[in-house]
């Protein structure tokens, strides 16, 4: 197995990348005339398909929260709840972990061990601090009497957020995974593919808290008379 | 507790016929699995067949298991409909509690675990030979998917004996599928297997949509590739995008049930009528999921047995792609009794309407792929045939139904489930069939016997027939769905009529298994040499039966629509092979692994324990499955390379059988 990085004149999924020579066969882009495409190229395109399917979670989660956003059964509401400082800082962190995510794949480009290892720890600790945060705020929820049992608006609600939490969580533990399998195996092929798919998942989460933060929080904390 | 709910009153003595059948499968099950490790079969079943990663190898165990368990599911149609012959002014043989348990075993089965693995199991097998790769996209992933299915299969048949089976319908509709109105396990059984075998189902979507788009042979471009695989691509995207709401909303049901959440109870703000728009916002594309591929099917099987290319290629791709698209505008059909006022009903029914147009073009197209070709009329053309006269009445009822005024009166009527029958019989199980006897040689080598797969055929379009026409006459009368009795004189011959035509359909099946096992008796008279029984024109002829592990020694060429078809007829022009032999180069397979089959003995016990609430065992299985996980990603020899001797001595023997073959044409 080559361990080589792809440059931009052989890799034909590089930006900016141009056929060999007029008349060169087409390069394998498993899109027609050259065959299947790099294992490379099949494994980060369905790790995007999974993506897309789990996006349709998420979406199939914001629905369900849309239509019972009002059915809060003479319980507290979005308004009297949320905390936009603590999503705030939320948000810091996850954005800076995706930051330091991608520092990860360009050391992994690079073939540093130190500096994989530092980006991915800063990026576990970011991750787990945001989880921290979400707890903490998922607690004082439940302790103000407004656990998921209290109305069908504060159930989609935990199952939303709480479900991209499980999803960082799940994502570190993958993290942690990651960085044992670089210090052992190395820079090995497969072991760069799935850090890729690791990327994307990563990078995927930041876009549904994205979601999230503008959906929930922010249009949950409008004033009453801004909502429909 | 340690053991969660789960106690001796667990097992049903009350209830004789699921107990003694349920431990008679057990026991049946447990004496294969005796008589395989004492005659030593064992070590050959763990490498060739469990730990495979080969999609040939586990596109058959997929089809197996679907068999097993037509079975299965058809044996709870026989106790129903024996049921409704009896239960006319009287209370029937089955009790209330159990009829329930059947209608919705039996719909739960035939669609997830009978359906489901037959189409995925023929996709599996075919699509990489038809594209002329060496394997789909993510092998060992592959086979994760179909031990995840078989764990679907246990959980719901382990129900039988050790706890219930949902009373619900084979889709758990709240208020009754809350805690509240059903306290038992039954629920629990159906939500995790269903949620279990689900992911392998997204698995095997994501798995397809990558293959189809990614790995193709030289020069197969879009519009060539056979009518099959995109029928395949259009359903494994319509997974990708439809089964994530399933897992949502049986994840929210879950919720409901386990942590007193209140997504659809009838407290606290729930809305049922939420779970039924997203139940049906999957279930909806879940019926073309299954109807595309075997639409696929029989335009392959036209197509061959007719002789001649495909009519309306271009206007096959769109009409499966435009499905593709408008199955997912339609749900609300299912429930236009659920009161959302004329506008939204209208528009509903008109899409209904619009989605019959491009399945009336594929019935064109079939036609005149037909017209003006010489017709040999194979048991595979015979299902074909058949399906296109019975699935055509099916669909004309569907038109009706999607008239919302019509499906006031109509809904949750036997009319309904007559068309549902008319629809998935004709139009799925018949395609698989068609497909089964066509592949068959293919897979195993040799072709199965004919004529009692006509007579097969003959018996189950009949049996379908007689047991379904009444049901929609019934249905006209004013009989309601899922009645465990009833006391209306007009309803009665019709439910014996019915009752006969189940029977006749048991005969169809009893040809079925006649079939297969004459046919590997007398497999010696029977064999495939050449590897392409039917003079057929796709790809996956082009290699020996069965293909060997890497399916072609060298990725074809393609040029056209039909590549094997253009090659062979340049041979038997010439009467000799035109292909030059290749240079052959070792190739690269994946290693077997028992990833999926133990990941699968994982996801048994974390879903046993928690329909049971046996939450130690819970945590442990999912550290299991983790750990198998990490065992796979740590192995360091991901691949097994066949050297090019060996390929060379493979490929010249399938060489040499058709040069024999065309040196037969010469003399």
């Known amino acids: 197995m080559s361990t080589e990085v792809l440059r931009a004149s052989t890799d034909p999924y590089h930006l900016g990348h141009r056929p060999a020579a007029a008349g060169a066969p087409p390069p394998a882009t498993g899109h027609a005339a050259g065959g299947p495409a790099p294992k490379r190229i099949v494994v980060g395109y369905g790790f995007w398909i999974f993506l897309l399917s789990d996006v349709i979670i998420f979406a199939s989660l914001f629905a369900t929260y849309s239509v019972l956003f009002k059915a809060t059964a003479g319980g507290p509401t979005a308004q009297q709840l949320y905390d936009l400082d603590n999503t705030a800082l939320e948000t810091v962190l996850l954005l800076t972990s995706t930051f330091t995510c991608g520092l990860a794949s360009i050391a992994v480009g690079q073939r540093s061990q130190k500096w994989t290892q530092i980006a991915l720890l800063c990026t576990g600790v970011l991750g787990a601090a945001f989880i921290t945060l979400e707890v903490r705020e998922f607690a004082s929820f439940i302790a103000r009497g407004a656990g998921p049992s209290r109305s069908a608006f504060l159930s989609s609600f935990f199952t939303l957020v709480g479900c991209h939490g499980a999803h960082v969580t799940a994502g570190l533990l993958w993290l942690g995974t990651m960085m044992a399998q670089f210090y052992a195996k190395g820079f090995r092929t497969d072991i760069r593919h799935r850090f890729l798919c690791f990327t994307l998942f990563w990078h995927a989460l930041d876009i549904i808290w994205v979601a999230i933060f503008s959906l929930v929080y922010l249009v949950g904390t409008l004033p009453p008379e801004f909502l429909p | ?667």
Not at chain 2, 248 to 272: E, K, Q
Not at chain 2, 375 to 387: A, D, E, H
Not at chain 2, 535 to 547: G, I, M, N, V, Y
Request: charged share 15%.
């Open chain 2, 1 to 667: 507790m340690v053991l969660g709910k789960l106690t001796w009153e667990a097992i049903p003595f009350d209830e004789p016929i699921p107990l003694i059948s349920g431990v008679a499968v057990y026991v049946a099950v447990l004496a294969v699995l005796v008589w395989v490790v004492v005659k030593g079969y064992w070590p050959y079943l763990w490498r060739e067949w469990i730990t495979s990663v080969d999609h040939k190898r586990i596109g058959i165990m997929y089809c197996l298991l679907a068999a097993v368990m037509l079975v299965r599911g058809f044996i709870d149609a026989i106790m129903m409909r024996a049921q409704h012959a009896l239960a006319f002014h009287a209370a029937g043989y089955l009790p209330a509690s159990h009829f329930d348990q059947i209608f919705s075993a039996h719909g739960t089965i035939m669609i997830f675990f009978v359906a489901m693995p037959f189409v995925i199991g023929l996709m599996n097998f075919v699509v990489p030979l038809q594209l002329g790769v060496r394997d789909v996209a993510f092998p060992t992933l592959n086979s994760v998917s179909f031990w995840l299915t078989a764990v679907g299969v246990l959980l719901v048949n382990l129900s039988l004996v050790v706890g219930e089976f949902t009373r619900t319908g084979w889709l758990p509709y709240p208020p009754l599928s809350e805690l509240r109105y059903s306290p038992g396990v039954g629920v629990d059984y159906y939500c995790w297997a269903i949620q279990i075998s689900g992911i392998g189902t997204l698995m095997t979507g994501v798995n397809f949509v990558t293959t189809i788009l990614k790995l193709r042979a030289p020069g197969m471009n879009y519009t060539r590739m056979p009518m099959f695989c995109w029928t395949a691509l259009a359903s494994s995207l319509l997974i990708v995008a439809a089964f994530p709401i399933l897992t949502a909303t049986l994840a929210m049901l879950l919720l409901d049930r386990y942590l007193d959440f209140h997504f659809f109870t009838d407290v606290a703000g729930g809305n049922s009528m939420m779970f039924m728009n997203l139940i049906w916002a999957w279930g909806h594309p879940e019926v073309y999921i299954l109807v595309l591929p075997a639409f696929g099917i029989y335009s392959e099987v036209v197509s061959t047995f007719s002789g001649k290319p495909l009519f309306g290629y271009r206007s096959m791709v769109i009409a499966t792609m435009a499905i593709c698209i408008i199955s997912f505008t339609v749900w609300l059909h299912h429930f236009f009794t659920m009161g959302a006022g004329p506008e939204v009903n209208a528009v509903f029914g008109i899409a209904s309407m619009i989605i019959a147009v491009p399945t009336g073009v594929k019935i064109f197209n079939w036609m005149f792929t037909m017209y003006g070709g010489r017709v040999r009329f194979t048991s595979s053309m015979l299902w074909s045939i058949g399906f296109m006269v019975s699935f055509l009445i099916g669909g004309l009822t569907g038109v009706l139904l999607a008239v919302p005024t019509a499906d006031f009166q109509l809904h949750n009527s036997e009319f309904l489930v007559a068309h549902f029958h008319n629809t998935i019989i004709p139009g799925v199980v018949f395609g698989v069939f068609a497909g089964y006897v066509y592949w068959f040689p293919k897979a195993f080598g040799f072709v199965l016997d004919e004529r009692l797969g006509k007579w097969a055929f003959w018996l189950w379009v009949v049996g379908f027939w007689v047991a379904w026409a009444p049901g929609y006459v019934a249905g006209l009368e004013g009989m309601t769905r899922r009645l465990q009795h009833y006391d209306n004189p007009a309803w009665y011959p019709w439910m014996l009529l019915s009752a006969l035509g189940v029977l006749i359909i048991l005969a169809g099946i009893g040809a079925q298994i006649a079939q297969l096992v004459v046919s590997i008796r007398t497999r010696a008279a029977r064999r495939d040499v050449t590897g392409d029984p039917w003079d057929d024109r796709s790809l996956e002829w082009a290699t020996s039966s069965p293909p060997p592990v890497f399916n072609f020694a060298r990725l074809p060429d393609v040029s056209d629509q039909e590549p094997y078809w253009d090659i062979k007829q340049r041979a038997r022009e010439a009467m000799q092979l035109v292909t030059p032999e290749p240079e052959y180069e070792p190739i690269e397979i994946p290693r077997n692994s028992p990833t999926g089959f133990v990941t699968a003995l994982f996801a048994t016990v974390t879903g046993f324990a928690l329909i049971w609430h046996i939450w130690w065992l819970v945590v442990l299985g999912l550290i299991g499955a983790y750990v198998t996980f990490v065992v796979f990603a740590w192995r360091d020899h991901t691949e097994l390379v066949i050297p090019a001797e060996e390929v060379a001595r493979m490929d010249r023997a399938n060489r040499e059988a058709r040069a024999g073959y065309l040196r037969e044409l010469a003399r």
